[in-house]
């Protein structure tokens, strides 16, 4: 729908929503706190030209702290799909949110993000299509 490339990182099952969004997925078999020295990792951002990254899933204080937090260090521009980021200890939640937001990771939803990029599309179809894909 968008023509945007996801990597999933360790074991996921794929959604349906994300099968219908997803242009191409790479699967890749490392540990959520070490994919900034995978090459295969870094190498397919860089293909891409990548300026924008999403993370979601795994634990928030945890694998997506230090992944995003590595990604800002690498002069990326960092959000996070907070309705599909889990935490191990729901106190922390807020304090990894507050802790990222002071390097500019910015948390937002799947919903947001779709609508966000159909209407900067100026697509008027487009977003109609995603706005029915999400009731």
Known sequence: MFGVASTVIGECQPFEIMQKLVHSTTQLDVDALSIWRDPRFTDNLAS???GIIFFGGG???EDIFIAALQAVERG???RLLSDLI???????RSLALDRMALHGILAT?????LLEWA??????LLTQKVQ???L
Do not use: G, I, N
């Open 48 to 50: 891409r030209e990548t």
């Open 59 to 61: 634990w928030l204080e």
């Open 76 to 78: 990326y521009d960092v």
């Open 86 to 92: 889990a935490t191990r200890v729901d106190a922390d």
């Open 109 to 113: 939803t799947v919903r947001q993000m």
């Open 119 to 124: 209407v900067c599309l100026h697509d008027p």
């Open 132 to 134: 029915q894909l999400l």
